[in-house]
């Protein structure tokens, strides 16, 4: 679709170009008429003189052709000039004899075209009556002149008309340009407003605007103020699942393990702990998806994004997952860069992250086995970009299935326990972040999570580095 500025163009380039043409056509017809007038009255001046410079001798007529001369029809001295003088019905004076006259009668001057000698000529054509020693004769006098001279006046005063109007054209597209820009500006101050607003600033334009563009600011407020109540009402959403869903599914896992503990059948005791296992599944899966809805990245705020320590948040995360490492009997080390370099991110959606990465590996780096291995969880820094891996040495994933992993819901194997969440949410929050989230076999086996973020502030390589190691065995 065309911009306004293209269309604006158009609707005044185009019926101003059509009225130059119009001009143009007009100028031409009129100039045309005007000169062809001049050099005709400048003609027939001419062939009136002719009268005054024929006299008698001895009774035979005679031009004084020393005084007779037409050269002074304003012709620049590429025109060609011819002439015949001749009584009517009688003999030949002076002139071209072969110069065609006209074919009617003279009652008075009559001007017309004709060709002669291979030129284009105008020509006017006149009788008056002479009268000289008490004789009266009739005397038809015609003079013509190419038409080079009055083609050639025309072009220049079109040329000239047409450069004219060429500067006038040019001046008028640059004035409408200033015009369309500055009648533009008000739509680019709100197109600049608005790209440098965060997504999450709904907060309504505000300023001195024109009339027309008034209407649109005020669309742009409403749709805003729609948006926000939106969000407000997906928020206050999420807040209300969070609190009606936790707590039933918290009540029944607490009163199936309440039973179990005073049940002594053994059908009882396997179905109250199928009960508890499931409360314990839903209540994890009701909290991933809480998290899921909280962490687009179209909802995070990148103005509340503060300077975090990633490693700090690392250990945070280590920490709070080494309980259930150690059940699994699987080990959990984190190596980092004490000197890395602060990034700006949210510090609890990051500590999400690494906690969702930590729980895939353990959950699913053995397959179809229980994995009892070792996961680390490693912060590296070079080239002023840091990047955090959680890496594992369980059996990987098949290369087709890969790409899937980030999906929603989408669990590689089917028969291990999870919600299908955790790798969509470290995407998500990765997203957030401007990092990326890359997952790939390692070469000596095992699945390893790459998170790549830009860093605030560039690394010194030649800081010293300090590895810490936590473990749980």
């Excluded at 101050?189 to 009339?211: F, K, M």
């Excluded at 369980?394 to 999870?418: H, K, N, P, S, W």
Aim: a negative charge; charged letters at 20%; hydrophobic letters at 45%.
């Amino acid at each position: 679709m065309r911009s306004i500025r293209a269309r604006l163009l158009i609707w005044i380039g185009l019926p101003f170009t059509g009225l130059a043409l119009l001009a143009l056509l007009a100028s031409h017809y009129l100039l045309s008429r005007q000169i062809n007038e001049t050099f005709d009255d400048m003609l027939l001046n001419a062939a009136e003189r002719v009268e005054r410079r024929i006299h008698s001798v001895d009774g035979e007529l005679r031009i004084n052709m020393h005084y007779f001369s037409i050269s002074t029809l304003g012709s620049r001295g590429d025109g060609k000039i011819f002439y015949r003088i001749q009584e009517v019905d009688g003999s030949m004076l002076a002139g071209f004899a072969g110069l065609q006259g006209p074919t009617t009668g003279l009652d008075q001057p009559l001007f017309y075209d004709v060709d002669y000698a291979g030129n284009a000529l105008r020509a006017v054509a006149l009788t008056f009556p002479l009268t000289r020693a008490n004789q009266s004769r009739q005397i038809e006098v015609i003079v013509a002149e190419s038409t080079e001279p009055r083609r050639a006046l025309i072009s220049d005063f079109m040329l000239t008309l047409s450069s004219l109007m060429a500067v006038g054209g040019l001046l008028a597209i640059s004035i409408a340009l200033l015009a369309i820009h500055k009648g533009l500006a008000p739509l680019n101050a709100i197109r600049r407003a608005l790209h440098r607003r965060s997504q999450h600033d709904l907060e309504p334009l505000v300023g001195e605007v024109p009339r027309e563009v008034a209407p649109l600011i005020q669309s742009i407020n409403q749709l805003m103020e729609r948006m926000r109540l939106s969000i407000q009402n997906t928020q206050q959403l999420n807040a209300d699942v969070s609190h009606q869903l936790r707590t039933p599914v918290s009540e029944i896992r607490a009163l199936s393990e309440l039973t179990l503990t005073r049940s002594d059948e053994p059908e009882t005791r396997a179905n109250l702990g199928e009960i508890s296992r499931i409360a314990e599944h839903a209540g994890h899966t009701v909290e991933q998806l809480l998290r899921y809805a909280k962490t687009r990245h179209e909802l995070v705020d990148s103005a509340t994004l503060a300077s975090v320590d990633l490693v700090a948040i690392c250990r945070d995360a280590c920490s709070q997952a080494a309980a259930s490492v150690y059940q699994r009997g699987q080990e959990l080390a984190l190596e980092a860069d004490e000197s890395s370099p602060p990034l700006l991110g949210d510090p609890i959606m990051l500590r999400w992250m690494v906690q969702n990465l930590i729980d895939n590996a353990s959950l699913h780096a053995g397959g179809e086995q229980a994995y009892r291995g070792s996961i680390q969880v490693a912060v590296e820094c070079r080239d002023g970009r840091c990047s955090l891996a959680v890496r594992d040495d369980g059996v990987g994933v098949a290369e087709e299935r890969l790409i899937r992993l980030t999906e929603r819901f989408y669990r590689a194997d089917t028969r291990t326990q999870g919600s299908g969440l955790g790798l969509a949410i470290a995407e998500q929050i990765a997203q957030a972040h401007g990092a990326r989230l890359i997952l790939r076999n390692r070469e000596a086996g095992g699945l390893e999570a790459l998170v790549s973020f830009p860093a605030l502030a560039a690394h010194s390589a030649s800081a010293p580095s300090a590895t810490s190691t936590a473990s749980a065995r």
